[in-house]
Structures are given as structure tokens and as C-alpha cells.
């Protein structure tokens, strides 16, 4: 039973790989099917981290997220060097002076050998701005309906439920992604405006915290001939930043397949000993 | 995996699906709609069959199912669908009380998306079944599942499970050689049936079926599902003792 299940992972791997390498001609399909755009034309569509980090990248001007601490370069996988873990560049003026010492903490810890935690690796939702940039590997399907579209990345896997024209409830019970109510604008564009995300999450994979009056507003544009998802976000939240900042990413088209099966609490232990933070475990069945 | 066992499963494959070939043929009209969150009313932890009665288990299944019963009681078999949150695998995940979404989207796929441990179905539309040989290599808890439309019902067939899964919360069993057969319809504007056809000869000695009744609710939002936090609350579904 191992060694087979461990073949099809390594299979599973390398064909992962190999189909990140295989773009989809822009010829294939239209950017946009009528008057909105549209991010899943067929069954083997995903979008897949156009750069080989998983970060919120800084806006063209402007305030912007947090990057690593220049002395100490954040080095990802697969860059053909050692793999460096996240230190965080604390003199980034975003940040109140809690959320600065608290993450000043988490530095020391990184820089004294402790392995960080990263919501992918240890299959927590990573919650909203991170989800944009959830896994550098598994890529991300769109499900669009009138009424709402659902994204899912099958990392975890996780999954975001976007409703259309129509307004924020009250006051929405804290969860992990969020209460998202969204619409189309320009034909080319799907707005995303999120609250109610819990101050259990991170922003980013720098480890930068929140409150729940976090509100990130995401511009997921299609261009380049639907070859490409433009993704720009303003993100405000009073209790932990000085003001409020933007960043950006982009996902480039893929085809992979539709999207499989690949759940990250299998078999997902602490192999190492590395102390890690554990993976979401019921200590009695829900029902 | 061996040849032989590769051609034991095609020939028994083969005929199930001389199975379902004798229920084709209906008229093909406007694809129908089933989408929408449906929630069951209902649940119950051991299996119940079509028609009543026990799990028609050979001996084998009989000594899988014994295996498993004793494994769940003293701690040496997980039931890693409730400790971890991985996927519940067929049948055990139509029982879910908790609500689901089925997605007619995108074009060419039927995309089911469950609260319960966040997984995720897909159904390949008009697509034939993958052969065994590529199943093989990817046992997926929820299987490999491809479907087509019969008048109004949506006629599911699934294969290329893997073992780590139960028939039920009870722990009764079946082997990576399981086919299922699902014949999903609304059976009135506001109630959805799925009837599955469980084949797995080294278990079950025939075919039997389970049917499965849930009620659309579009006022329903899916929730996050995280293992071990407390989560939505199930009072409305008769049969959930929570511990």
C-alpha cells in the first residue's frame, strides 16, 4: 500500500509540474462569454500563481504589504537555492505597534530555527487577502453561477463563496473567508468586497495579524486575451494598520484538468519533530 | 498491482456497466436544472438499504466489516473522515447532514461542493469512465465520477475509490474495486433523490441500493468547515446526536 500511494503521489507531482510548464494558447477560448468575464470556459481551466512566490506583491505606488526584511532574503522553493523560511520586514509603516511587536516575536522565533507556520502547510484556511496566494502548486478553479461564484483552490481544500449583487448582511458572524458579496464591472472584471474574516487568520504568509474589522476589496481582472488575472486589492482594517494598503498578484491561465482530489490532512504529521503548529484534528467526530 | 486483478476488475466492471446500459436511451432534451444548496432532513448512521434489510456481505465483507467494528471501538482503526475531515468517500458522504451545493458549471461538469470537510465531487459530463489502468494510479476517497443526463435524471457512475473509506459512520466496508451507480432527480420542486446502486462483488454478494432525499435550500449559505471547531448547528436534521 505505501510505496504505492507514495508512486502516486510522485506521479501526481511531476505531472503537476509538468502541466505548470504547458500554458494555454490564447486562442483557445474568449476572454469573456457575454458581458462578464469568464474565468472557467471549460472543465481543464485553472489559474496558477504567475510568480514563484507566494506573496502579496506591492502596488505601483503607495502603501503596500509586507515583504521580507532585506537582511534577511526570503529565498522560495524551487529558485534553484536554499529555501529560506519568512522574516518579516518590520519597518514596513503599515503596521500599529501590536501587531509590529507581535510579529517582531514570530522573527526571533524564525531566526532562532523555529519552522514558521504557513496555513497550506498545515491545512488552516488561510483566510482573506491570503487566499490569492494560497498554494504555489495547486492552482485555482472558478465555479460561476448568476448568483455567486465559488472558488476553489484543492490544496486543502479551500474553498470561497462569492454572492453577487447583493449587499453585506449586518453583522456577520466572524469565519474563516469571510461573508464576500461581489459583482461583474467592465465585462472584464469581478469585484470582490469581503468582512467578517476572524482575527484567527494571517494577512499574508509573513505572519501579519489582524482584527475582524479587516475589509479587503479584490479587482480579479481578466486580461491578456483571458491568458491572465490581473488581481489588484485595497485592504483596511483600523485595529491593526496605520492606513490602509494595496497590493497585487497575478495568476496565469493553466490546463491542468478539472480539478482532483488531494486532501492536505492526509497523513499530515509532524514527521520531523519540528514542533509544528498541528493540522485541524476533531478530538471527538463532529456527529 | 497485478494483471489478473487489473482483468478481474475489468470483466466485473464490464457488467455493471451492461447494467446501466439497459436503463439508457431516454430522450435527450435541454439539460435540466438540479443546482442549488440541498440540506437532508434526515440522518442515520447505519446504512439503510432499499427495500430493508441487512448488508448482503459475503464472507470476506463480513470479516472486513467485524475488522473494522472492533477497530473502530478499541482505537486501532481512525475514522479519519471525523478526526482528520478527509473526504467521507461513497456512499458515506450522501449522508451528510450537513448542506451541499451542486454547480452546473462550467460547461461539461456537475461540481458538487459539501460544507461537511470541504470536499469537493466532480462529475465529468458525457465523458466515458477512465480506463482501469488509469484509476489505478489515482484512488480518489470520492472516486473517479462521470455522468450523463436520462430525461431528468442525472445518472452518475463512479469508480477508482481508494480503501480508507466506509460504507457508513458504522464502519461497514467495501474494496478499491467498489462501483457506485447514482440516479439523482427532483422528485418535486424542492426535494432531490439519490438513489446509489453499491457493486462490489468481493464484499456484497448482489447489488444493493440506498436512496438519499434532501430539500433545496437557496436561503442556505455553505459555511468554513474546520475539524474540531464547533460548526453549524444540526438540530433541524433528525438523527444527529452530537458527543
Redesign the interface.
Known amino acids: 500500500m505505501i510505496p504505492?500511494s507514495i508512486?502516486?503521489v510522485l506521479?501526481?507531482s511531476l505531472s503537476t509540474f509538468a502541466a505548470a510548464e504547458r500554458a494555454t494558447p490564447a486562442a483557445e477560448a474568449p476572454a469573456s462569454r457575454g458581458a462578464i468575464p469568464d474565468f472557467?470556459?471549460?472543465?481543464g481551466?485553472s489559474w496558477a500563481l504567475d510568480q514563484t512566490v507566494d506573496d502579496l506583491l506591492p502596488p505601483p505606488s503607495g502603501a503596500g504589504p509586507i515583504t521580507f526584511d532585506p537582511a534577511h532574503p526570503y529565498i522560495a522553493n524551487f529558485r534553484g537555492a536554499q529555501p529560506t523560511y519568512r522574516v518579516a520586514d518590520l519597518s514596513n509603516p503599515i503596521l500599529q505597534p501590536w501587531a509590529r511587536e507581535q510579529m517582531r516575536k514570530s522573527n526571533a522565533e524564525v531566526l532562532a530555527g523555529k519552522v514558521p507556520f504557513r496555513a497550506r502547510e498545515r491545512c488552516?484556511?488561510i483566510g482573506v487577502p491570503g487566499f490569492v496566494i494560497y498554494s504555489l502548486i495547486e492552482s485555482f478553479y472558478?465555479?460561476?453561477?448568476p448568483e455567486k461564484v465559488?472558488i476553489?483552490n484543492?490544496g486543502?481544500?479551500?474553498?470561497r463563496?462569492i454572492?453577487l449583487n447583493v449587499p453585506h448582511s449586518a453583522d456577520p458572524r466572524p469565519?474563516?473567508?469571510g461573508e464576500s458579496v461581489g459583482r461583474y464591472e467592465g465585462g472584464d472584471t469581478l469585484v470582490i468586497d469581503t468582512i467578517g474574516i476572524t482575527d484567527k487568520t494571517f494577512v499574508d504568509n509573513y505572519r501579519t495579524p489582524h482584527t475582524t474589522k479587516l475589509h479587503v476589496v479584490e479587482r480579479l481582472k481578466l486580461v491578456e486575451g483571458g491568458k491572465t488575472v490581473l488581481i489588484s486589492m485595497t485592504v483596511d482594517d483600523p485595529g491593526a494598520f496605520t492606513m490602509p494598503w494595496s497590493a497585487t498578484q497575478r495568476w496565469r491561465r493553466v490546463a491542468r484538468g478539472?480539478?482532483?482530489?488531494s486532501?492536505c490532512?492526509?497523513n499530515n504529521t509532524d514527521h520531523f519533530k519540528h514542533e509544528l503548529i498541528p493540522?485541524?484534528?476533531?478530538?471527538?467526530?463532529?456527529? | 498491482m497485478n494483471n489478473l486483478r487489473i482483468y478481474a476488475r475489468a470483466g466485473s466492471a464490464v457488467a455493471f456497466l451492461l447494467g446501466i446500459t439497459a436503463v439508457s436511451g431516454l430522450a435527450y432534451g435541454q439539460t435540466p436544472d438540479i443546482s442549488g444548496v440541498y440540506w437532508a432532513t434526515e440522518y442515520h448512521p447505519k446504512i439503510q438499504l432499499v427495500g430493508g434489510g441487512d448488508l448482503p456481505l459475503t464472507a470476506a465483507g463480513k470479516a472486513a466489516y467485524e475488522k473494522n467494528i472492533a477497530g473502530l471501538k478499541d482505537g486501532s482503526i481512525t475514522d479519519t473522515a471525523r478526526k482528520f475531515c478527509v473526504p467521507d468517500g461513497l456512499p458515506r458522504v450522501l449522508a451528510t447532514p450537513y448542506p451541499f451545493d451542486i454547480i452546473q458549471a462550467p460547461p461539461g461538469q456537475v461540481t458538487i461542493v459539501h460544507e461537511l470537510n470541504h470536499q469537493v465531487r466532480v462529475v465529468a459530463m458525457d465523458k466515458p469512465m477512465p480506463s482501469e489502468k488509469e484509476l489505478i494510479p489515482f484512488p480518489f476517497y470520492n472516486g473517479h465520477s462521470v455522468g450523463h443526463f436520462e430525461g431528468d435524471t442525472l445518472v452518475v457512475e463512479s469508480a477508482g475509490f481508494n480503501e480508507k473509506t466506509f460504507i457508513d459512520a458504522t464502519g461497514a466496508p467495501h474494496t478499491d474495486e467498489m462501483r457506485t451507480l447514482e440516479r439523482i432527480r427532483k422528485i418535486s420542486p424542492t426535494q432531490l433523490e439519490d438513489v446509489i446502486t453499491i457493486h462490489d462483488p468481493e464484499y456484497y454478494s448482489r447489488d444493493w441500493q440506498a436512496r438519499f432525499v434532501y430539500t433545496l435550500r437557496n436561503d442556505v449559505r455553505l459555511e468554513d468547515y474546520v475539524c474540531g471547531e464547533p460548526h453549524r448547528d444540526l438540530s433541524t436534521v433528525a438523527g444527529v446526536h452530537r458527543p
Not at chain 1, 493540522?279 to 456527529?287: C, M, V
Open positions: 504505492v508512486r502516486a506521479i501526481a472557467a470556459p471549460d472543465t481551466t488552516w484556511p472558478f465555479y460561476q453561477t465559488t476553489i484543492p486543502g481544500p479551500e474553498v463563496h454572492y469565519s474563516w473567508y478539472p480539478i482532483a482530489e486532501p490532512n492526509e493540522t485541524p484534528t476533531a478530538d471527538k467526530p463532529d456527529f
